[in-house]
T-cell receptor, first 113, second 111 residues
């Protein structure tokens, strides 16, 4: 298995632009998580899906952030408009059921100038 | 006060040393405890998973949980340069509950 696949690995954009991060979970996993990691705040859960349905989005910082999971093999996290304080590493992770053994992707390093 | 507290380090030790990494937590509802290892520019990977109080061993790694003190530890014996990474503790109260991560401790093992 290729593991959790995220794209792009790096994204540099200007303030105000739309950013879309993509994730392909491990086949067979039915829970998907989006995390953000910064030096100041560590690893924060933004949103998670179970069976493609958003279960908890309380970590989404603002309405500028949105996430979708149209099918079991694909999810997106969108930021519109982006701001410099959104600069961070964004991780996608997946797991089987309520077993919290998360498998993480390699992350997307986002820089908003 | 954060729910999970972890000393960010950095911690530098010579090769072969015993390393002790620790986390404290405030929520007595936490029942499941994990340690993740994160190499530079990589995502975290699960290292240890424990449920009950006591010790769990896996090779050179031992995870220890003391629920009465709300304290968990990860011990690394005979540390190797390849153990150099950030170690994050994580915990949740029940199956399906929200997983909470510590800040992570950066470890460097010098040859």
């Amino acid at each position: 298995d290729a593991g959790v696949i995220q794209s792009p690995r790096h994204e540099v954009t200007e303030m105000g632009q739309e950013v879309t991060l993509r994730c392909k979970p491990i086949s067979g996993h039915n829970s998907l998580f989006w995390y953000r990691q910064t030096m100041m705040r560590g690893l924060e859960l933004l949103i998670y899906f179970n069976n493609n349905v958003p279960i908890d989005d309380s970590g989404m910082p603002e309405d500028r952030f949105s996430a979708k999971m149209p099918n079991a093999s694909f999810s997106t996290l969108k930021i519109q408009p982006s701001e410099p304080r959104d600069s961070a590493v964004y991780f996608c992770a997946s797991s089987w059921g309520t077993d919290e053994k998360l498998f993480f992707g390699s992350g997307t390093q986002l820089s908003v100038l | 006060q954060k729910e999970v507290e972890q000393d960010p380090g950095p911690l530098s030790v010579p090769e072969g040393a015993i390393v002790s990494l620790n986390c404290t937590y405030s929520n007595s509802a936490f029942q499941y405890f994990m340690w993740y290892r994160q190499y530079s520019r990589k995502g975290p990977e699960l290292l240890m998973y424990t449920y009950s109080s006591g010790n769990k061993e896996d090779g050179r790694f031992t995870a220890q949980v003391d629920k009465s003190s709300k304290y968990i530890s990860l011990f690394i014996r005979d540390s190797q340069p390849s153990d150099s990474a950030t170690y994050l503790c994580a915990m949740f109260p029940y199956q399906g509950g929200k997983l909470i991560f510590g800040q992570g401790t950066e470890l460097s093992v010098k040859p």
